[in-house]
Structure formats: C-alpha cells, structure tokens
C-alpha cells in the first residue's frame, strides 16, 4: 500500500534546481510518477528535465504565483532553501561593500532586512506560503528541515544558526505541522555528494550512492554527521510510498556500514 492511489496523482516539487531537488526529480520519474516543478526559470528546468514535467512558474517567497502551482496536486515534496550565511544567493539589494560586509557579520537581523532570499524569508514565510496554498486534501507535505534544530544552542549549531537558518527552518516546520496536512519532515546532517551544479536528466536518472555508510535515522535530533543528498533525495520519494512515514519527524545521516538496499519500510515503521 502507498499514498498514490491513481494516475491523476501529481507531485510538485519546490526547490527542484537545487542539489536535492534535481535528484528528487529524478527518483520521481525513475519510479513513473507525474512530477511538476515550481521554478523562477523555466527554460533552465525544461532543460534540465528534458522537458519530462510540467512546469509551473512561481517562487515561495510571492503568495500570488503559488495557487496556479499547486492546482491539482496530491503531493508537495519542499527542497527549497538558502546558504546559512550571507552569500551571493541571499540576492542582497545591492551588493554589500567590505565595511557593509563587516556590519553583515556583526548584526545578522541588519543583512537579513536587506536580502531577497535570506533563510526567514525562503525556510520561514515561504514554507509558510506553500502551505498556505497547498490542496486542503493533499496527501503528503515532505520537508527537508536540518538537523540541530532542537540543539540551537549547542556547538556546532549554534555557529550554525548565527544568522538564524535553524530559527527559519523550525519556523517552516511548525507551519506544516500545524496546517492539519499529512506531513514527513526530514532532518539531514552536513550535506555531502553532488550534485553540486546542474546535471542532465540521464545524470540524474543514473545517480546512485557510491558512500560506504549505510543509512541511520532517528527522533529526538540526537544524530550528528554527514548526509549525502542521494540518500536525502531517496528518503523523500520514498516517504511518499510508504504510509509508516507519514507524521514522522526524523534525522538521517550515514553511518556504519551500507547494505546491499535500504529497506526504508523498516527504517521508517522504527520511528517513534
């Protein structure tokens, strides 16, 4: 038994270009299922997929450009997000000078006010959006979050979240969880393996972990360690397929050593 119950169904993924995103949507189309993406650029992701899903232009972060995206759906897969620190992808209103810079590092609220895509306004009020938007009878709402969430304050978190990326992430899972909607939230460690640029659709399809590590999820956000973005990307889809994943909260992180498969229905009927 899964969550897709006819071939109306339809997952949107959010955040499709990213790193996470791309191979998502490849694990979606190597299983057959119907996929649109939300992107700002629709040449690149038609692309990028080879013209394989549909493509719904619209960005989280702009309420109005959303309901059109999310007509019809049955699943929302999030990958959205943004660095942790201020970089060249929080589209700062003009590019900060070295003095600007200094004063960035100094007063984090002062350079999260003057970007475009800082961790509040992509992991907090655009989650928030997409929720906001999503069907009321959507069948599953799936999230990469992070690990540390309940450890802001803790070392290595808490030089993590100096500019409030945890803050943003935690504030993205309480509005799903507080929408009513059926929900997996996903909590991966240090992100590691490409893609780190843009891949092909035949790249994609093709990507398989080549870690040595199995696969360790837990509740609690008691693990700590590297994840690699394939083994993210595997969980997503396959929290979609399996019931046992639906209103779990879980970190993942590689660690041990790797199986011949990952047997998710076991790793995910084991969460508390």
């Known amino acids: 038994m899964t969550s897709f119950d006819s071939v109306e169904d339809l997952v949107l993924v959010a955040g499709a270009t990213g790193g996470v995103g791309q191979l998502v949507v490849g694990k979606l189309l190597e299983k057959g299922l119907k996929v649109r993406v939300l992107t700002r650029n629709a040449a690149k992701a038609e692309e990028m997929f080879n013209q394989r ?16 995206a999310t007509q019809d759906i049955s699943h929302i897969i999030s990958c959205t997000g943004t660095t942790a620190f201020p970089s060249a992808r929080w589209e700062f209103e003009q590019s900060p000078n070295l003095i600007e810079w200094g004063i960035t590092f100094l007063n984090p609220k002062s350079s999260e006010a003057k970007a475009k895509n800082s961790p509040a306004k992509v992991d907090a009020q655009g989650v928030s959006n997409l929720v906001a ?44 969880i507080n929408s009513g909607l059926p929900y997996t939230i996903i909590r991966p460690g240090r992100l590691i393996d490409g893609p780190y640029t843009s891949y092909d659709l035949n790249t994609l399809l093709k990507a398989k972990t080549g870690g040595k590590y199995g696969v360790v999820v837990g ?6 360690g590297d994840t690699s973005r394939i083994d993210v990307a595997n969980a997503c889809v396959e929290s979609l397929l399996h019931p046992s994943s639906s209103r779990k909260i879980f970190e993942i992180v590689n660690q041990g050593q790797r199986p011949p498969a990952i047997n998710w229905e076991t790793l995910f009927s084991g969460l508390k």
């Open 133 to 176: 938007a999503a069907p009321r009878n959507l069948k599953r709402f799936v999230f990469v979050s992070s690990c540390g969430i309940e450890r802001k304050n803790q070392f290595p978190f808490s030089v993590l979240n100096a500019f409030g990326v945890l803050d943003a992430k935690q504030k993205g899972e309480e509005s799903i």
């Open 53 to 68: 899903v549909e493509v719904a232009v619209g960005d989280i972060r702009q309420p109005a450009t959303l309901p059109a």
């Open 219 to 224: 509740t609690g956000d008691t693990l700590s």
